[in-house]
């Protein structure tokens, strides 16, 4: 996919996009493209220099993720950067230190734990919809208003950790629906699916800088 040339609040550079074969990318681009910002796929160590912030996108198992991920040869990379890194979905997942689906360590980048919701919760499994998020003041959420709705789909959550958790959400127990340490940013919703809030999600971490 060639990069996009319209204009962006980030210049030249733009987002690059983690091109591992795990994600959905064109519903992301999709968005990308309503908000009018600069993106590039990202399948080499030597892409990531091409663009001031980084996607990782995710769909699907957290194991099978993290071993494509491997593939890639881009892990040690994606761990030593400075630049901001926004994990979506699956992607958040990875950023985790260990996952119950499939037993799978990860990048380790934040020291929380992917696990599987519980049936006894007497909950749907997966946990698919619109869902009440409460952010915390945090720049990714700036403008979005406690209790936004975002949509999920996902049958693993995020262990909740007060330290690393920006926005949480419950299903049964409360859960981080998004997290940061330091530079690395993830998010268990879709915004690219989740209307204009999640556009708003895009737009400002598009905007971050560190």
């Given at each position: 996919?060639?990069d996009?040339?319209?204009?962006?609040?980030?210049?030249?550079?733009?987002?690059?996009?983690?091109?591992?074969?795990?994600?959905?990318i064109?519903?992301?681009?999709?968005?990308?493209?309503?908000?009018?910002?600069?993106?590039?796929?990202?399948?080499?160590?030597?892409?990531?220099?091409?663009?001031?912030?980084?996607i990782?996108?995710g769909?699907?198992?957290?194991?099978?993720?993290?071993?494509?991920?491997?593939?890639?040869?881009?892990?040690?990379?994606?761990?030593?950067?400075?630049?901001?890194?926004?994990?979506?979905?699956?992607?958040?997942?990875?950023?985790?230190?260990?996952?119950?689906?499939?037993?799978?360590?990860?990048?380790?980048?934040?020291?929380?734990?992917?696990?599987?919701?519980?049936?006894?919760?007497?909950?749907?499994?997966?946990?698919?919809?619109?869902?009440?998020?409460?952010?915390?003041?945090?720049?990714?959420?700036?403008?979005?208003?406690?209790?936004?709705?975002?949509?999920?789909?996902?049958?693993?959550?995020?262990?909740?950790?007060?330290?690393?958790?920006?926005?949480?959400?419950?299903?049964?127990?409360?859960?981080?629906?998004?997290?940061?340490?330091?530079?690395?940013?993830?998010?268990?919703?879709?915004?690219?699916?989740?209307?204009?809030?999640?556009?708003?999600?895009?737009?400002?971490?598009?905007?971050?800088?560190?």
């Amino acid at each position: 996919m060639e990069d996009k040339n319209s204009k962006s609040p980030l210049g030249d550079l733009g987002v690059g996009i983690i091109n591992y074969g795990a994600g959905n990318i064109f519903s992301l681009t999709a968005a990308l493209d309503r908000l009018n910002v600069t993106y590039g796929m990202v399948n080499t160590e030597s892409d990531l220099e091409k663009y001031s912030h980084i996607i990782i996108p995710g769909v699907g198992h957290a194991g099978a993720a993290m071993e494509k991920l491997k593939g890639t040869g881009l892990v040690e990379a994606i761990k030593k950067l400075t630049k901001p890194v926004l994990g979506i979905c699956v992607g958040m997942q990875l950023i985790t230190e260990h996952s119950e689906e499939g037993d799978a360590a990860l990048l380790n980048i934040v020291p929380v734990k992917t696990k599987k919701f519980d049936k006894s919760l007497n909950i749907k499994i997966p946990h698919m919809g619109w869902n009440a998020v409460s952010p915390k003041n945090n720049s990714l959420f700036e403008g979005v208003e406690d209790n936004t709705q975002f949509y999920f789909v996902h049958s693993y959550f995020i262990e909740y950790n007060p330290t690393f958790d920006i926005a949480s959400a419950d299903y049964g127990l409360k859960f981080s629906a998004a997290v940061q340490k330091d530079n690395f940013y993830g998010v268990q919703f879709h915004p690219e699916k989740s209307g204009k809030a999640g556009e708003l999600v895009l737009k400002n971490f598009s905007n971050l800088s560190l």
